[in-house]
């Protein structure tokens, strides 16, 4: 499974900014897709997830500021964020996971101003 995002940038804080994360390969056995942040010396943690059924499950940090969302083939993920803050600067990774492995993209860069 290959797994390719997009959408990152620089951004002022109050913006907006929507990253889309697109699967390819193996992806029929993919079931839940989420999306990951990484800021400069702090580890991986989660931002948002969505399953095959599409139930969500958010940060505390980002709930009611980002939605994530999948697309009709399933094998699309979008992350819709608002109200950006300068706190939300990190690297985003877009996952997904099937019964043995979890994938993860490249990574996108948000820069968020203030």
């Known amino acids: 499974v290959q797994l390719v995002e997009s959408g990152g940038g620089l951004v002022q804080a109050g913006g907006s900014l929507r990253l889309s994360c697109v699967a390819s390969?193996?992806?029929?056995?993919?079931?839940?897709m989420g999306w990951y942040r990484q800021a400069p010396e702090n580890q991986r943690e989660l931002v948002a997830t969505?399953?095959?059924?599409?139930?969500?499950n958010y940060a505390d940090s980002v709930k009611g500021r980002f939605t994530i969302s999948r697309g009709d083939a399933k094998n699309r993920v979008y992350l819709q964020m608002n109200s950006l803050k300068p706190e939300d600067t990190a690297v985003y990774y877009c996952?997904?996971?099937?019964?043995?492995?979890?994938?993860w993209g490249q990574g996108t860069q948000v820069t968020v101003s203030s």
């Open positions: 969505i399953s095959r059924d599409d139930m969500t």
């Open positions: 390969g193996s992806i029929f056995s993919i079931n839940t």
């Open positions: 996952s997904a996971r099937d019964p043995w492995i979890n994938y």
